[in-house]
């Protein structure tokens, strides 16, 4: 393993690839932690180290994502978030609007083509996002404190400084977008992956000593054996596949012959990857939202659909918080996989190449057994999504960690997927250039 990792820098093609992407990863941390204009710094980390880093449930996963960002109100504070969302917008898009699915199907050109309306969907979300969390500091809710200065997070409240601080912190948004395209020419990996694994990672100290500062070290040496069984067992699942055999035909072009092979359709347990998790989260986060904007003047009573919502669906320790949240992931990893898997067009594309799989009509037939195929595979899939995704709230209901723990949810999930998708490309680097590899 060592002398894998000593071949890795003496390669000088790796060498600098690695070498670029951790630069554009340590700029990235640094503008973590610039101030935006007229935020007052000493009052947010005043605000910080009351709440012990943490804020309201609302904002947990942007600022998980933003690295802890979103709360020093810095000029990366929406982090990558906008973009994650732009993404998801646009690929669900492609079931409704026929142009966007045309454009996916032809090829290169096509793709950079929704690649720029994802750019300029990503440059509108975050002027709404930096909008929605000015407004939230100004009003005082973005830290849950009585403190006066959780109140006075913003030093000027003229419209010319908000619409400075909306252009900076959406123009963060762009160069973080830049700067992971940047890294997926030039370095290696992908680089919106490796940015938001950067993002998640940076809080994995700070979450466990915090465990450890609290509970104390028995507990914390507990959650460190317990994190990395998740960790390994997070890894079987990731790398668990089910192999759909297919045979191609042998035809003849001329005196040669072609096909003849045998080769398989590769069906993920996990398909859906940590997207169900974002967008139940997101959909939980809407009552809370909206119950936040209808609180009642000083000395009034609220509203009892506000004061049911705030009791069972902001604070994620609640049964039946957590019971909604389970059945929102299994709903959206059908959901989610039934719009990025197509038998139908597997189906075809097989038929047209004189592919089948064995004892498999080709045609309709096959879609129909492809169909079976993913819906029972799903099903184990979006068990173990919400059983990941529950397991930070299970630890604040039983540790009194941080909604963002560590060793499960969405962070887990990202660094997992990321760290192994890496490790494979560096690996794929080292045996072009007929190394041995970093993976036995």
Same mark, same amino acid.
């Given at each position: ?12 093609? %790796?060498?600098r ?18 101030p ?5 710094f ?19 996963l ?7 960002? =979103?709360?020093? =109100?810095s ?44 750019r ?45 601080? +909306? ?12 700067? $992971? ?14 940015l ?57 072009? $001329? ?31 809407l009552p809370?939202?909206?119950? #936040? ?19 069972y ?13 389970? %059945? ?7 959901f ?14 097989m ?13 309709r ?8 195929v993913?819906?029972?595979?799903? =099903? ?9 995704a529950l ?16 060793? $499960? ?6 660094? +997992?997927?990321v ?12 045996? #072009? ?6 993976l036995?």
């Amino acid at each position: 393993m060592f002398n894998a990792i000593g071949r890795i820098f003496r390669t000088p093609d %790796l060498r600098r690839k690695i070498g670029f992407t951790l630069g554009i990863v340590a700029l990235f941390r640094l503008g973590s932690f610039i101030p935006a204009p007229f935020v007052d710094f000493g009052n947010v980390q005043q605000c910080l180290a009351a709440n012990q880093g943490g804020a309201s449930g609302l904002y947990d996963l942007v600022n998980l994502f933003s690295g802890g960002a =979103l709360l020093q =109100l810095s000029v990366f504070a929406l982090g990558i978030m906008p973009y994650i969302t732009a993404s998801i917008i646009v690929q669900l898009l492609r079931v409704v609007i026929p142009h966007f699915e045309t454009l996916y199907k032809e090829g290169q050109a096509g793709q950079g083509r929704l690649t720029q309306y994802t750019r300029y969907l990503t440059i509108a979300l975050g002027v709404l996002q930096s909008t929605t969390l000015i407004t939230v500091a100004r009003s005082g809710a973005l830290f849950p404190s009585t403190d006066p200065a959780c109140s006075a997070l913003i030093t000027n409240d003229a419209w010319y400084a908000i619409l400075l601080m +909306v252009i900076t912190m959406t123009a963060g948004t762009g160069l973080i977008m830049w700067m $992971g395209e940047l890294i997926t020419e030039r370095g290696i990996g992908n680089g919106m992956s490796l940015l938001i694994f950067t993002s998640i990672a940076a809080t994995f100290p700070g979450s466990l000593w915090a465990i450890g500062i609290s509970r104390g070290w028995d507990i914390f040496a507990m959650v460190l054996a317990i994190g990395l069984v998740i960790v390994v067992a997070v890894v079987f699942v990731e790398q668990s596949q089910r192999r759909v055999p297919v045979q191609y035909a042998k035809r003849m072009v $001329g005196r040669r012959t072609y096909g003849g092979n045998n080769t398989y359709i590769p069906i993920k347990v996990n398909m859906a990857g940590v997207v169900p998790v974002i967008f139940a989260s997101s959909l939980l986060y809407l009552p809370a939202l909206i119950a #936040q904007f209808n609180q009642p003047a000083q000395g009034e009573d609220p509203q009892p659909w506000v004061t049911w919502i705030t009791n069972y669906l902001t604070q994620g320790d609640h049964p039946l918080y957590m019971l909604l949240y389970f %059945l929102l992931i299994v709903g959206f990893t059908y959901f989610y996989v039934a719009i990025t898997f197509n038998p139908d067009e597997v189906a075809e594309n097989m038929k047209k190449y004189g592919g089948f799989i064995p004892g498999i009509r080709a045609g309709r037939p096959t879609a129909e057994y492809l169909d079976y195929v993913l819906t029972r595979i799903t =099903l184990p899939g979006s068990l173990y999504l919400g059983i990941v995704a529950l397991i930070p709230l299970i630890a604040l209901a039983l540790v009194g960690a941080n909604a963002n723990f560590p060793f $499960g949810g969405a962070s887990i999930l990202i660094i +997992v997927g990321v760290g192994l998708e890496t490790v494979k490309q560096i690996d794929a680097q080292l045996q #072009q250039r007929h190394y041995e590899g970093l993976l036995r």
